[in-house]
């Protein structure tokens, strides 16, 4: 076995996780509003474009969303690319949809746009493969739980708070790695 998975298993231990994980309270997280020290990069989860471009992003944090740098990801391009994929082409509204989507991808800046590595992409397997064995999650739900887990870890790496509004795969993810930040929102 490489040393790097060596590396990666040493980090994650898998062998000392047995249980399923549960939620923590609302008042163990950081959330939008009670957050005392405003995190200095923002890695976005696909949940804020959607609620976005929904409006439904809370107010409090547009503020916040203009004071910190934001970064990006391909791995959130990917799920809002699928999401066009998926839009009935015959239907009136999918035009005005995609042309939406794709300026909130235009409008990404590829100076701050982070790749996943091999190191991101390891580490994210290791992570997303102990969380779905605790939790007895079936291959939908790992599929969706590699991408959480690609964005997770590639914020942790490159030094930054990952913003979301899906408390059940972060939490759960902070669980067992608490090194990566998380700054959870409702809407």
């Not at 300026?103 to 390891?122: E, F, L, S, Y």
């Amino acid at each position: 076995m490489s040393s790097e998975l060596w590396r990666s298993l040493r980090r994650y231990k898998p062998e000392k996780h047995a249980r399923p994980l549960q939620r923590r309270t609302d008042s163990e997280l950081d959330f939008l509003e009670t957050i005392k020290t405003r995190p200095a990069k923002l890695l976005y989860d696909t949940t804020v474009y959607i609620d976005v471009l929904q409006h439904h992003f809370p107010e409090t944090g547009k503020l916040m969303l203009r004071a910190v740098e934001a970064w990006h990801s391909p791995v959130t391009e990917a799920e809002l690319a699928s999401a066009v994929g998926l839009l009935d082409p015959s239907h009136p509204k999918t035009p005005q949809l995609i042309a939406e989507i794709a300026g909130v991808i235009d409008q990404r800046p590829t100076q701050r746009t982070i790749a996943p590595d091999m190191v991101v992409w390891r580490e994210a397997g290791i992570l997303s493969g102990i969380l779905a064995r605790l939790q007895g999650f079936d291959k939908v739900q790992r599929r969706r739980l590699m991408n959480d887990a690609l964005l997770f870890v590639t914020a942790r790496r490159h030094g930054c708070t990952l913003l979301t509004r899906n408390l059940s795969d972060f939490d759960l993810m902070q669980q067992l790695e608490p090194a990566g930040r998380v700054l959870f929102y409702r809407t």
